[in-house]
């Protein structure tokens, strides 16, 4: 948000140098990401003290020698007027008595006549035979904005050879506004930060006004038909206004703001927005329709089915049931806390205004705005919150304003639709836990100080002690504070605290020691498992990301394959969430992988990623939520970083099931897992056919997780590239560690040769290779060191529905060289199990 210091000052005294200001108040939790210039040093293009001044219009005569020039004669102070040549349309022979900025010889400036930011010298040129070194300034050669149709003009009171830099020149702060400091997107929002942080007392504006016309009652109604979605609607009358350019001091402030100046009505409902933070709009009363009820009722409602809005921007879009709109009894009249709608606009031609100051639901306006694309800055207060107290307050300071710059009567009464007044925040705050978080010595009287700057209420109150209870060593009394009406963010005592810190100044809290012994550290296994799990993904060639732990239902809806079983579980819901595309804790790491995958593959050939987080379902009979600590990695794209050998090569392999199988099983051997199993598995997210469920061997035979290539529908729900396969796995990260070995044997380096041989056996197509070598090793024992399956065969050899899988067997014995005997022994033993457990037979 742009806070110029002009308009700033108007509110607060601005005693400290701007650097130091933007430095307090980024401290204090609004940072200041750029102070901006406007005309003096420090800016782009300062105005030279000496070369550009105030000037004042003596005389406007025609150009000799060209129809479209003019000679304007300037006073600028000097007591020796200058001529300048001027093709300006916005003044006329004869003309005199305008002040307007005259530039002298040598002065820089922006070129008029070139697009963006030129900036040029001012010399001496003849135009069309007359010498012309100087030159009257348009909006643009100044840096004012992007208007040269015309040169600037200033108000009456402008004084004459003042140069420009002390008139016009100004500073401009850009304040973040986070959505927890959405109280100060206003002016006077940042003017109550810097009185509280210098000690003083904001100046409010004027907000009187004389009503003499017929009692707005008789003119018009108000019906809320959801208190939630709409909990206030003001809305005053204003009869015979006159349309016109607003003042110059309001023009200009709006456009240090970054906003364009229409007309006085538009002006001034725009710039209560920015001064108080509170949005407002103005109506044309004469098109408000009257209806059946014979008067001009204004209903707040949701959007119909089939309804349609032509908005200010002159497009025509079709609602949403979702979508709060500003109705009159025959249709929409604006896309409500977002843009107004043509129909019902300020015209040159309108004559009698209807002033709105609202509250809307935050949420419902930002999902309004976001689904249509406009993003407004009265939805971007809305969408943040703003306290319905603050519509009244707009209300009077925009009625202030429209009857003095604008003219008209304004009607008596103003409606006030407030079904459900928001109660006062009283909270209790105790002195003493405020020095014991803060970890500082602050007196009672200095808590109240600072809570009073911050427009708290605050009153002393002693605590009772409990009949029969012994009376506690005396304590400072608990304060009674009580918020004020802007503040939507003040829920608790942490929050008083946090406002106490703020101003008394996070820098000033001193350094020391804790008051307490270092409580033992004991080590927690959990997370050393992790370090472990990220470890070994690391070194396996994979990065980690980070995902949000907030996602909505819908966006998790998309992981699974259209009309198959989906997850039903409840989600936890945020109570108020800021973001309509983060409204509940997520069930799943695999939704936020394939976000990242998505992302990352658009840019490179190869993504292999994992997150380690947790999911979070809801806890049993209300209780706090379930935390599941889960991994998911997410693989796609070449099976090898393109290298200078490969990266023209065509058809470069890509990554399948077997490369994140090979991830997995690296993993589980670095974790010192038993044996495991992986069995074909059907899930909504997998590929038929192409996923895995990986259990542990043991008495439990606990699911691991799931591994496999995502859906082809999924795929492309997700707009992944279809042209190579999208690997994901799933695991519970508590089973892994209660399935991993704690301790673990560390074998002597072999000091015996080993021996090794092949086997190659034919079974059934459907005796998983998974079972085979279980049964090898079972039948090997302890002298099988190491089995490897390096070969698959199908073909008419074998007869149809047969494999033949083909393993290299190690053998080796720690005290002895194993005779050829020996080895015989153990191949005739694994033989006769695989012919009796899985009815193979030995390929000769």
Known sequence: ????????????????????????????????????????????????????????????????????????????????????????????????????????????????????????????????????????????????????????????????????????????????????????????????????????????????????????????????????LNPRFTAGVIQGVTIGPSPFWMQRRLAL?????????????????????????????DAVRIGP??????????????????????????????????????????????????????????????????????ISIRKTARYHNLHSEASYRFSRGVHPALAMVAQRRGLHLLQRYAGGVISRGILDAYPSPAPPVRIALHPER?????????????MTRILRLLEFEVKAEGERAQPGVAAPAPQPPRLMVTAPEHRLDIEGEHDLIEEIARIYGYDRIPETLMADAL?????????????RVRDLLVGAGLQEIVTYRLTSPEQEARIYAPNTPADHRPYVMLANPINPERTAMRHTLVS??????????????????????????????????EEQPRLAI??????????????NADGAPVMDFY????????????????????????????????????????????????????????????????????LIADFDLEALRHAAARDYAIRDLPRFPATIEDLAIVVDEAVPAAAVARTIRQAGGALLRDLRLFDVYRGEQIGSGKKSLAYSLTYQAEDRTLTDKDVETLRAKIIRALEGQLGATVRR
């Not at 830099?165 to 109280?183: K, Q």
């Not at 970054?258 to 103005?282: C, K, W």
């Not at 080590?523 to 370090?531: M, S």
């Not at 936020?592 to 809801?618: D, K, Q, S």
Request: aromatic fraction near 6%.
């Open 592 to 625: 936020g992988a394939l976000e990242v995958l998505t992302a990352n593959l658009r840019h490179h050939a190869r993504v292999a990623i994992f997150e380690i987080g947790a999911v979070f379902l809801p806890g049993s009979e209300g209780g706090l939520p």
């Open 434 to 446: 405020v020095n014991k978080l803060l970890g500082v010595e602050m007196t009672v009287e200095e």
């Open 293 to 362: 009820s014979g008067i001009r009722t204004i209903t707040t409602r949701l959007a119909e089915p089939g309804e349609a809005l032509t908005t200010l921007d002159g497009q025509t879009r079709d609602l949403q049931p979702t979508d709060i709109l500003v109705c009159d009894e025959i249709g929409p009249l604006s896309l409500a806390g977002v843009m107004g709608g043509a129909d019902s606009e300020v015209k040159e031609s309108t004559r009698n205004v209807l002033f709105e100051a609202a509250s809307w639901d935050n």
């Open 1 to 228: 948000m742009r806070v110029p210091i002009s308009w700033l000052r108007e509110y607060v005294e601005v005693t400290l140098p701007v650097d130091v200001l933007a430095e307090k108040l980024t401290l204090a939790g609004f940072e200041v990401e750029h102070i901006e210039y406007v005309g003096l040093p420090g800016s782009e293009l300062p105005w030279d003290r000496d070369k550009i001044f105030v000037g004042q219009l003596l005389q406007v005569e025609r150009h000799p020698n060209a129809d479209r020039l003019l000679l304007a004669t300037v006073d600028y102070g000097t007591g020796q007027p200058i001529t300048v040549v001027t093709g300006a349309p916005n003044i006329r022979p004869g003309d005199s008595g305008q002040k307007v900025v005259l530039a002298l010889k040598g002065a820089r400036l922006y070129d008029g006549h070139k697009a963006g930011k030129v900036i040029m010298t001012l010399k001496e040129a003849t135009l069309r035979g007359i010498k012309n070194d100087s030159m009257v300034c348009s909006e643009k050669e100044l840096g004012l904005s992007d208007e040269h149709e015309g040169i600037l003009i200033l108000p009456d009171d402008a004084p004459v050879g003042a140069p420009l830099a002390d008139y016009l020149g100004d500073v401009v702060l850009e304040v973040a506004i986070l959505p927890s400091t959405a109280r100060a997107a206003s002016i006077i929002g940042i003017a109550r930060e810097v009185a509280a942080l210098t000690g003083q007392t904001v100046r409010y504006p004027p907000m009187d006004f004389t009503a003499e016309g017929e009692p707005i009652e008789g003119e018009l109604r108000i019906e809320i038909r959801n208190s939630r």
């Open 257 to 285: 703001c970054g906003m364009r100046a229409i007309n006085n009505i538009v002006d001034i409902s725009n710039y209560v927005m920015l001064e108080f933070g509170q949005p407002t709009h103005a109506f044309d009363l």
């Open 659 to 726: 490369d994140l199988k090979g991830v997995v099983e690296s993993l589980l051997d670095g974790l010192h897992l038993g044996e495991v199993t992986y069995e074909p598995r059907t899930h909504p997210t997998y590929y038929p056919g192409r996923t895995a469920a990986v259990r542990a061997c043991d008495a439990s035979g606990m699911l691991l997780g799931l591994l496999g290539e995502l859906h082809p529908r999924v795929r492309d729900a997700w707009g992944l590239p279809a042209d190579r396969p999208v």
């Open 519 to 531: 409580p033992p550290i004991h080590g927690n296994p959990a997370l050393d498992f992790e370090e």
């Open 634 to 647: 997410a693989m796609s794209g070449a099976r090898a970083e393109p290298s200078w050998r490969t990266h």
